[in-house]
Nanobody
């Protein structure tokens, strides 16, 4: 059974940094795109950043220049380095992994990020 386990969330002051990690396990298939989404109370889930297996990245405009997504294919792990955090970055951050071979996508449980002003 495929599992995605996130870690690294927490409480930080505005201007601070956090690094999120997400480990994918339980699949015999190659992980293709991996990404981070976030959902704040009362808002819809939104894309934060995505990275392909080849390392091509895409970011939401709101985080460009502040967040960096990366991955370690050997460890099936994706990271999100978040710098210059703002209160509006407060949300539950959820990891996503897509498997092209089986046309499936999986989600993690999410990790809370809270940025105080």
């Amino acid at each position: 059974q495929v599992q995605l386990v996130e870690s690294g969330g927490g409480l930080v002051q505005a201007g601070g940094s956090l690094r999120l990690s997400c480990v994918v396990s339980g699949s015999a298939f190659r992980v293709n795109d991996m990404g981070w989404y976030r959902q704040a109370p009362g808002n819809q889930r939104e894309l934060v950043a995505v990275i392909t297996s080849g390392g091509v990245t895409n970011y939401a405009d709101s985080v460009k220049g502040r967040f960096t997504i990366s991955r370690d294919n050997a460890k099936n792990t994706v990271y999100l380095q978040m710098n210059s955090l703002k209160p509006e970055d407060t949300a539950v951050y959820v990891c996503n992994a897509r498997f092209q071979a089986i046309l499936r996508a999986y989600w993690g449980q999410g990790t809370q990020v809270t940025v105080s002003s």
